[in-house]
């Protein structure tokens, strides 16, 4: 026991120095919080699940604010819902060539024709695309940069935008910067993240990961998903798995002490770390 604890002691210093290095190394002049105090938003993950929350709720999606994330904008739900917060946060939406759907998106939301405020990596500042954006959508920098370590140095740099808990997925930036919009209660929906129920070995020895959306994957977003997990071993998949499943009880933890409730409205979610509720009774 008393080795753990220096283990721990240990490590937790150790992330912290790292956290230290990497803030002024990655992290931009992020957006304001908001002085504001709002009440509810629900955030759309691209999860299977999604399909039937839009079916069963539409009444209280239609009146209730909502962030909506990555390749969605390319469905015709994006444009019936019009979501009035969107997040990117996959490092394919920023790199110089950019390939498969990732033109569309850009494309799409050059269209989007209402008010909607777009959360980017604050590195994503000059992109061509961005400045190409119309007016009535409203730019608001965050950023990816990874914070661990003692908790008053982590929620410190989490309060002034310059980090967050590790984002391996969409849904970690996406809570963090609807605090940071002054959001009291936000629910998930479409956060399914049962990705190890799609998961196996071939004969070969190849992880071959599926993790299905709410809309059909093309072949070529498919083999896009193929390549990444090329080179990838099982325990790979595993470390990753558990670093996003824990990233969501250091979100947990922040936003109990900035009063902000997080609850689960995903059936049959593998995030643990948030209460559940049914979209219903939202």
């Known amino acids: 026991m008393k080795l753990e604890k220096i283990q721990d002691f240990l490590k937790t210093t150790a992330d912290t120095a790292a956290s230290l290095i990497k803030v002024p190394l990655m992290s931009r002049t992020p957006s304001p919080a908001s002085a504001e105090s709002r009440d509810t938003v629900i955030i759309m993950g691209n999860g299977p699940s999604l399909r039937d929350a839009m079916a069963q709720h539409r009444e209280v999606l239609e009146r209730t604010p909502k962030l909506a994330v990555n390749l969605s904008a390319l469905t015709p739900d994006f444009r019936e819902l019009r979501p009035e917060y969107y997040l990117l946060a996959d490092i394919a939406f920023f790199l110089k060539e950019k390939t498969g759907k990732v033109p569309g998106l850009w494309q799409a939301l050059a269209q989007v024709d ?28 965050y950023n990816l940069t990874p914070a661990e370590g003692w908790r008053p140095l982590t929620h410190f740099l989490y309060r002034a935008g310059l980090a967050m808990p590790r984002p391996r997925n969409v849904i970690v930036p996406s809570i963090m910067c609807l605090m940071r919009e002054g959001f009291k209660r936000i629910a998930l929906i479409g956060a399914d993240h049962n990705w190890s129920r799609t998961l196996w070995v071939t004969d070969n020895n190849r992880v071959v990961s599926v993790q299905p959306h709410f809309y059909k994957d093309d072949d070529a ?20 798995y558990a670093i996003a499943f824990k990233s969501y009880f250091d979100v947990r933890d922040y936003a109990e002490e900035r009063g902000v409730t997080i609850l689960n409205a995903t059936p049959g979610s593998f995030i643990d770390a ?8 939202l």
């Open 114 to 141: 209402w008010p909607m405020t777009l959360f980017l990596p604050a590195t994503a500042r000059r992109m061509p695309e961005v400045t190409a954006l119309p007016s009535n959508i409203t730019l608001r920098w």
């Open 221 to 240: 977003e498919l083999k896009r998903a193929e390549e990444i997990f090329r080179n990838v071993h099982i325990h790979d998949v595993y470390r990753n």
């Open 274 to 281: 948030f209460p559940r509720i049914t979209l219903d009774k």
